[in-house]
């Protein structure tokens, strides 16, 4: 086993190559790695100084089937509250879909929290900060809120 393991990227199935890049690169700023536009192979690894993020694979119809094994969802995390404010401001500019309005902790009494939305797909998305939210109420209870959405 190794000693130590870090997550090296995620895969994400996507319906529309250029549209998901463009959310993605907008809403996270990062940057393309790499990418084919190859007709048969459309790809593009998103991510930050040369390193791959988030890759996406334009292989697949329909949208995000959340009710279904896999992926509940994937979230980033942001250094403070002002971060997690402007990426709701670009996603509210861009017409996504929220399940909470505005930012929410994780739990009922939880400093942690954000903004938990939806990708042009239905993949469900949380960007949070790790502090600053220990007066807003929970949609959830005690309950984890990036559990149940």
């Known amino acids: 086993m190794p000693s130590t393991l870090q997550?090296?990227?995620v895969g994400l199935n996507v319906t529309d190559l250029a549209r998901s890049t463009a959310f993605y690169r907008r809403v996270l700023g990062l940057d393309v790695v790499a990418e084919s536009h190859d007709a048969e192979r459309p790809f593009a690894f998103l991510g930050r100084d040369g390193a791959p993020v988030l890759t996406l694979w334009q292989q697949s119809a329909g949208a995000h089937a959340a009710d279904?094994?896999?992926l509940h969802h994937l979230s980033f995390r942001a250094d403070?509250?002002?971060?997690?404010?402007?990426?709701?401001?670009v996603l509210k500019e861009l017409g996504a879909v929220f399940?909470?309005?505005?930012?929410?902790?994780?739990?009922?009494g939880a400093s942690s929290g954000g903004i938990f939305f939806h990708d042009?797909?239905?993949?469900?998305?949380?960007?949070f900060t790790p502090?600053?939210?220990?007066?807003?109420?929970?949609?959830a209870g005690a309950a984890p809120t990036c559990g149940f959405f």
């Open 7 to 9: 997550t090296g990227h």
């Open 68 to 70: 279904r094994p896999g």
């Open 80 to 89: 403070s509250v002002e971060d997690v404010r402007a990426a709701e401001a």
């Open 99 to 108: 399940a909470h309005d505005g930012l929410v902790p994780h739990r009922e």
């Open 120 to 127: 042009p797909d239905g993949i469900r998305l949380e960007i």
């Open 131 to 139: 502090e600053g939210l220990e007066q807003a109420e929970a949609p």
